[in-house]
């Protein structure tokens, strides 16, 4: 197993996960700092490693009408802003080519979006900064498959790698977590992400935006920790309901300190072990 090193953070390391979270995308400056400083300050005190995530650019939303951030330069500004502010490490998804090289600049992991892990001049160039990369695994891939993307980061020199299960493509508009794909993708030589949020989503369910049940998401958490994810993705929220975008599918604020704390104590319990 690589470690994969971050500042402080180590993923990959036994007995702890990290915790990858913020919401979905960034609706204001004002939003991202308050849920910044918020979820810093519950991992802190919970004592897990964090790093903030959301959006810039949301590119892969259901309809052309929905929100999809403040864009490349005001959504990268309000990331550095975060990390300078809160001292935490920050992480987004890049849909482009063209964004790769000014979101290297900002971000300490550069994360590729489940619908274009496949994708080889993204993941590529990507790969080409030496930053951390995150690669959610496609719901239309089994876990295996993800040796051939690993492959294509590894080919340009880079191993600061993490690989992302999210959920498989179960009939129209649903998703399923198969708890095989943690240890399955950690015997390829990395850390694994479980993306607890996205992994409740129903993808288009709504018509013109995707629907999702939340009231799953501390079970499947639960089930990844104890199953030896290295790190935990969640899209968490002040307030779901209102949310600009995939607010069914959000943690709602108030409930991630108890669950962190559920959760430390079933890793302190369950020894990672890899096939």
Request: net charge positive; charged share 20%; with cysteine.
């Amino acid at each position: 197993m690589h470690l994969v090193k971050l500042d402080d953070i180590v993923f990959g390391e036994e007995g702890s996960f990290a915790l990858i979270a913020g919401p979905c995308v960034i609706e204001s400056e004002k939003s991202a700092l308050r849920h910044a400083e918020k979820i810093s300050e519950i991992a802190r005190r919970v004592g897990v490693s964090y790093i903030f995530k959301a959006s810039y650019d949301k590119a892969n939303r259901s309809s052309h009408r929905s929100f999809r951030g403040l864009g490349l330069k005001k959504g990268l500004a309000v990331l550095s802003k975060v990390k300078r502010l809160f001292e935490v490490p920050v992480l987004s998804d890049v849909h482009d080519i063209a964004h790769v090289q000014p979101a290297a600049d900002v971000l300490d992991i550069i994360q590729i979006p489940a619908f274009l892990c496949r994708q080889t001049d993204l993941v590529v160039a990507c790969a080409k900064t030496k930053k951390v990369i995150n690669i959610k695994k496609g719901q239309f891939l089994a876990p295996w498959d993800m040796k051939n993307v690993i492959e294509k980061v590894e080919s340009t020199g880079n191993q600061k790698i993490l690989l992302t299960e999210r959920g498989v493509s179960f009939g129209y508009n649903n998703l399923v977590s198969d708890f095989r794909s943690i240890p399955i993708m950690r015997s390829l030589g990395y850390p694994v992400v479980f993306d607890a949020t996205h992994s409740v989503q129903l993808p288009g369910g709504l018509g013109h935006a995707s629907g999702g049940n939340a009231e799953f998401i501390p079970t499947l958490a639960r089930c990844a920790i104890a199953s030896g994810a290295d790190a935990l993705f969640m899209e968490v929220h002040e307030n779901p309901i209102e949310a600009k975008s995939d607010g069914p599918n959000n943690l709602p604020l108030n409930l991630l300190e108890e669950l962190l704390i559920v959760l430390k104590a079933i890793r302190a319990t369950a020894p990672v072990t890899s096939l």
